[in-house]
């Protein structure tokens, strides 16, 4: 059975922080890219950030970079999202996908069901 689980969503105070993960089974963990994906309320989904599985290259919303930073522990199937000095405008739903090999920031092959992700004072 294919299992994508997010976990670590919260309610965080604009400039704090909040580490998600994604673990993953059932599949060739090793040969799929893993994104990260957001969906705020009345807003189309977008991606966020991605990880290769082939060179390890990553990638990031511009809104993001500087502040967000993806790893992946290929020993745990699981990735992280570390994200800095969040403001309210990151609000939003957080998927985690896989995608066959390469990144994309619209496609996934499998989907996590999100973790809320709120940020407000």
């Known amino acids: 059975q294919v299992q994508v689980v997010e976990s670590g969503g919260g309610l965080v105070q604009p400039g704090g922080s909040l580490r998600l993960s994604c673990a993953a089974s059932g599949f060739a963990w090793d040969y799929y890219a893993i994104g990260w994906f957001r969906q705020a309320p009345g807003k189309e989904r977008e991606g966020v950030s991605c990880?290769?599985?082939?060179?390890?290259?990553?990638y990031y919303l511009d809104s993001v970079k500087g502040r967000f930073t993806i790893s992946r522990d290929n020993a745990k199937n699981t990735v992280y999202l570390q994200m800095n000095s969040l403001k309210p405008e990151d609000t939003a739903v957080y998927y985690c996908?896989?995608?066959?090999?390469?990144?994309?920031?619209?496609?996934?092959?499998?989907w996590g069901q999100g973790t809320q992700v709120t940020v407000s004072s």
């Open positions: 990880i290769s599985t082939s060179d390890g290259s990553t």
């Open positions: 996908a896989a995608r066959h090999y390469y990144c994309s920031d619209k496609k996934g092959d499998y």
